[in-house]
């Protein structure tokens, strides 16, 4: 014996069925091939053919973070050259003036490789 809710549900298939007998989809088969991939190449296409929903605020921010991630690096590493070779230069006295090593040294090269006589 049927219950209720079964018997009920019976006569709304049963109605649905009526109602919708002379309606016909002109492209059946493609909707069905669409909504039940069988295939390797049918699945791949359903699954490019999804729709994704990216919201701009987050997306926006980390573009930002990343152009000025790769804006600062070669920036910061110029910096750190610079430092580092500042940090190697030494000042010198020289006849009561001060000079940095390497540049006094390459004024008294070039003065003693062109001699003045």
Same mark, same amino acid.
């Given at each position: 014996? /049927?219950?209720? /809710?079964?018997?009920? /549900? !019976? ?15 002109? %492209?059946? *088969?493609?909707?069905? /091939? %669409? =909504? ?9 296409? *359903? ?5 994704? !929903? ?9 573009? *930002? ?14 910096? #750190?050259? #610079? ?9 010198? !006295? ?6 940095? $090593? #390497?540049?006094? !040294? $390459? *004024?008294?090269?070039?003065?003693? =490789?062109?001699?003045? =006589?």
């Amino acid at each position: 014996m /049927r219950t209720k /809710r079964e018997q009920e /549900r !019976e006569f709304i298939k049963n109605r649905l069925d009526e109602e919708l007998g002379t309606v016909h989809f002109t %492209r059946e *088969a493609e909707v069905l /091939r %669409r =909504s039940h991939p069988r295939s390797w190449l049918e699945r791949l296409k *359903a699954l490019w053919n999804k729709e994704i !929903e990216v919201p701009l605020f987050p997306l926006g921010v980390s573009m *930002a973070v990343i152009i000025a991630v790769v804006a600062l690096t070669p920036l910061q590493n110029s910096m #750190d050259t #610079d430092n580092s070779h500042e940090e190697q230069r030494q000042l010198i !006295e020289a006849g009561g003036n001060t000079y940095w $090593k #390497d540049n006094y !040294e $390459k *004024a008294v090269a070039m003065v003693e =490789s062109n001699p003045q =006589s």
